[in-house]
């Protein structure tokens, strides 16, 4: 449905995005990453931003972890350009594949946000399907659906979003690779340097704890990755 | 900019407020554990539970053949313990229940559990009648542990992480694993602990296994709203293990109201909150047989 309202209101905005905001890009990512459950292993992230046109973009996002997970996740964007900022809806559909666990996840997620040049915001919902493997038809039980959950995410930079070199403080439920619930949100400290006009190389950090909402948080996870971008 | 700098600012007041005025002598809530636990981590107190069953063992009850297990939640109990004693008397009354089992948040928040376990101490006049059912099995919830309450949770009730076997007259054997989960997540010493127990038990040939802990694993009613649980690595490893090795249900509260949820053979109940303040408590009263059949009791 928003991408459906998204559609509709996009003439209206178009003239005034900003020209120039975006390019295609590809990038790739390494991460060292810890969790109480997994122990230590490393994911390889490879992620393709697709600007379909001044008002719509997208995204497709793959992840390979030595933990044997595997993520593909697609986001399609429909923005419209205010006075300030910009409104965005997004739809990202996700699907998981625990192989350690022997688990398939497919989750589901419209949200919509608002990007201003220090501070992004985003807020929606999603639905998750619970797999465990083997599936079988013939089976009522054999899945779990998970059917309403908040998502969010707030976002701050320490410079205007298009400068060369950034740094950003997030706290979200919700990344490339993983809808959490809504009481598990992840803590991100990330930014980004632009060598040229192609490339770009990014750092970034992230936090899990358990418990938070539980009021005794302590470490759960967290993540080192660093990777590449080029932009076309 | 100068706009959002405001949101920004709005923001951080806003969250700090709440901070602070949760933080007097009366409050209920520990906004300081929100960001940083103040009892230890689970990894610690699964080692303190672990020191205290290497040192008295489990234990093994007898129970005739079609028992029953009583089995309550978040009492929170504060000023009063009106349905925690009407509790305790059901379940000591009854002939064929050989235990109970209390899935956490005990107490509130700071209540005193010598409070909760005077209740457990038998009026001088019942003694003289034959105890036919008297032992309770707890495991803390996040309720029980915030505020520094772990400290006195573990002195009252020795230990969060262990298992009990309950042994029927013609022989047959369930086992009953409870463990820790107050702070949503099970970590990574007593995950190791649930997987070479899970083990052990495959080569034991037990009727049923059960697994009794405070946080559920999932939550597909919104109506009453959500509450935190594990995180989602932790959810699929439980449930996998789980499943795998055969556990028939996994009995939680945490979330106040009752959902049922099948996963292929392994059914995850919330039971509902049994606290003095709740307008619908019940219990729950699983009889266990060759099939295990469970009801929800209303509590007056």
């Known amino acids: 449905m928003f991408v459906f309202c998204g559609m509709l209101l996009a003439p209206v905005a178009m003239a005034q995005v900003q020209p120039g905001s975006a390019q295609y890009s590809v990038s790739l990512h390494v991460g060292y990453a810890h969790n109480l459950t997994y122990g230590s292993y490393a994911n390889f992230d490879l992620d393709a931003y697709m600007p379909i046109n001044k008002h719509f973009d997208m995204q497709a996002n793959l992840r390979t972890s030595t933990a044997d997970f595997y993520t593909l996740g697609v986001q399609l964007r429909p923005k419209f350009a205010l006075p300030v900022g910009e409104l965005y809806l997004e739809d990202r559909v996700m699907a998981r594949w625990v192989a350690r666990d022997e688990i398939n996840d497919f989750v589901h997620a419209l949200s919509i946000g608002y990007m201003m040049q220090y501070v992004n915001a985003q807020v929606g919902m999603s639905t998750r399907i619970i797999i465990p493997q083997p599936y079988s038809f013939k089976d009522a039980d054999a899945m779990v659906l998970e059917p309403f959950n908040i998502i969010y995410r707030v976002e701050a930079f320490v410079r205007p979003k298009m400068s060369p070199w950034n740094i950003s403080l997030c706290v979200a439920n919700v990344d490339n690779y993983q809808v959490e619930r809504v009481w598990q949100p992840m803590f991100y400290l990330g930014g980004w340097y632009d060598i040229d006009d192609h490339w770009r190389v990014r750092l970034s950090g992230k936090m899990k704890l358990a418990g938070m909402f539980h009021l005794n948080a302590h470490y759960y996870g967290a993540e080192l990755r660093a990777g590449a971008e080029y932009r076309f | ?300």
């Open chain 2, 1 to 300: 900019m100068k706009k959002n700098i405001q949101i920004c600012l709005g923001s951080l007041f806003l969250v700090l407020g709440s901070i602070f005025t949760a933080c007097g002598p009366d409050a209920r809530l520990d906004m300081v554990g929100m960001f940083a636990g103040t009892s230890p981590t689970i990894n610690n107190r699964f080692e303190i539970s672990q020191a205290y069953n290497q040192q008295m063992g489990f234990a093994t009850l007898q129970a005739p053949d079609d028992y029953h297990v009583y089995v309550c939640t978040d009492t929170h109990i504060t000023k009063t313990r009106t349905r925690w004693e009407y509790f305790i008397h059901a379940y000591r009354e009854d002939q064929l229940c050989p235990v109970a089992v209390h899935l956490g948040d005990i107490i509130d928040a700071r209540t005193d559990f010598a409070y909760v376990e005077e209740a457990l101490v038998p009026e001088s006049d019942a003694v003289s009648q034959p105890m036919k059912a008297d032992t309770l099995m707890a495991v803390c919830g996040n309720h029980d542990i915030y505020f520094k309450q772990w400290e006195k949770f573990i002195k009252t009730f020795k230990t969060s992480s262990y298992y009990f076997v309950v042994q029927t007259q013609s022989g047959a054997q369930d086992l009953f694993i409870v463990y820790d989960s107050a702070d949503g997540t099970v970590g990574s010493k007593q995950l190791q602990w649930l997987r070479e127990t899970l083990q052990w038990a495959d080569t034991q040939g037990f009727r049923h296994i059960i697994a009794c802990t405070h946080t559920h694993f999932f939550k597909r009613d919104s109506s009453q709203g959500h509450t935190s649980n594990y995180t989602l690595e932790e959810t699929y490893a439980l449930l996998n293990l789980f499943t795998k090795h055969g556990v028939k249900m996994v009995w939680s509260g945490h979330d106040h109201s009752r959902e049922i949820t099948q996963v292929k053979d392994m059914t995850c109940i919330i039971v509902n909150s049994m606290e003095d303040d709740d307008k619908h408590p019940y219990y729950m009263l699983v009889t266990m047989g060759d099939k295990i059949d469970y009801a929800f009791v209303a509590v007056p």
